[in-house]
């Protein structure tokens, strides 16, 4: 997810044309997408593994059970807009 989140938080950034990060992600985007696609791979590769039974098992639902509680906890909030005063 850090990955995903890195790659669009850019992509909005350059569409906003916002002023520059002082931090340069060497690769980006390429880098980005590559760990993203290496994490895939492993997770992918979970699913096929004997050893990994109960990863299946247990981990599975439970991130599903996270994302539902994230979901259902912020599905309403409204997004926090930053006033003219306050540091970004």
Avoid at 20 to 33: A, D, K
Avoid at 64 to 78: C, E, F, K, N, V
């Amino acid at each position: 997810m850090i990955f995903i989140t890195h790659y669009c938080f850019r992509h909005v950034r350059e569409r906003d044309a916002a002023p520059p990060l002082r931090f340069c992600m060497r690769g980006f985007p390429v880098t980005t997408l590559l760990g993203a696609t290496l994490m895939a791979a492993v997770l992918l590769t979970t699913a096929f593994t004997d050893e990994f039974g109960l990863t299946r098992a247990f981990g599975l639902p439970f991130l599903a059970t996270l994302a539902a509680i994230d979901w259902l906890r912020y599905r309403q909030a409204p997004r926090a807009t930053p006033s003219s005063g306050e540091a970004v």
